[in-house]
Antibody
Framework: QVQLVESGGGVVQPGRSLRLSCAASGFTFDNYGMHWVRQAPGKGLEWVAVISYDGSNKYYGDSVKGRFTISRDNSRNTLYLQMNSLRAEDTAVYYC???????????????????WGQGNLVTVSS | DIQMTQSPSSLSASVGDRVTITCRASQSISTNLNWYQHQPGKAPRLLIYGASTLQSGVPSRFSGSGSGTDFTLTISGLQPEDFASYYCQQSFTTPVVVFTFGPGTRVDFK
């Protein structure tokens, strides 16, 4: 069965760095785009970043652009999120998620996140 | 950028109730709309994709409808395990797929 297990979270001071990992199993990792989504305390889900199946394309949400870097190691079936210049507002539970697609016709193609990890808490505080 | 709104932001309901949550996009997104359920301490769960297609394993009491800018998630016969937050999500390709979530609707026990 599909499993996504995040690690690397913890407490970090503002301005410092942290790297999250997401170990994937139960599916062919290098066939799928992967995403990071976060939820700050008391807030809703916020999409953070995406990386294509081969790592060649990446895209970031405005709130993390220029500070966070998404990457993947397909030989290790692992997704990463390097977080630099952390701010208090980056405090959140971070989820990795697997992208999937359904196409019935060329004009009916739907993308969604069908599997998620359990989440990893990152707390930015002095 | 396409903005997503949801209403209500929260609601109180009882077991057995029919619950309807609305999601609106700032411009037409055809049927590129997904719904997720999120319970505290758990991973979010995909309920519906393509506005109306039920994800495998999701109970049939969940249904989705809509196209263009207005969408609805309906829970017909609320169960105890359905008390959670619900999020709509739209996607666009850049060429990678980028998602935007709605602000969420919390369903509480009345």
């Amino acid at each position: 069965q599909v499993q996504l297990v995040e690690s690397g979270g913890g407490v970090v001071q503002p301005g410092r760095s942290l790297r999250l990992s997401c170990a994937a199993s139960g599916f062919t990792f290098d066939n799928y785009g992967m995403h990071w989504v976060r939820q700050a305390p008391g807030k809703g889900l916020e999409w953070v970043a995406v990386i294509s199946y081969d790592g060649s394309n990446k895209y970031y949400g405005d709130s993390v652009k220029g500070r966070f870097t998404i990457s993947r190691d397909n030989s290790r079936n692992t997704l990463y999120l390097q977080m630099n210049s952390l701010r208090a507002e980056d405090t959140a539970v971070y989820y990795c998620a697997k992208e999937n697609v359904y196409s019935s016709t060329w004009y009916n193609t739907f993308y969604f996140l069908d599997y998620w990890g359990q989440g990893n808490l990152v707390t930015v505080s002095s | 950028d396409i903005q997503m709104t949801q209403s209500p932001s929260s609601l109180s309901a009882s077991v057995g109730d029919r619950v309807t949550i609305t999601c609106r996009a700032s411009q037409s997104i055809s049927t590129n709309l997904n719904w997720y359920q999120h319970q505290p301490g758990k991973a979010p769960r995909l309920l519906i994709y393509g506005a109306s297609t039920l994800q495998s394993g999701v109970p049939s009491r969940f249904s989705g409808s809509g196209s263009g800018t207005d969408f609805t998630l309906t829970i017909s016969g609320l169960q105890p395990e359905d008390f959670a937050s619900y999020y709509c999500q739209q996607s666009f390709t850049t060429p990678v797929v980028v998602f935007t979530f709605g602000p969420g609707t919390r369903v509480d026990f009345k």
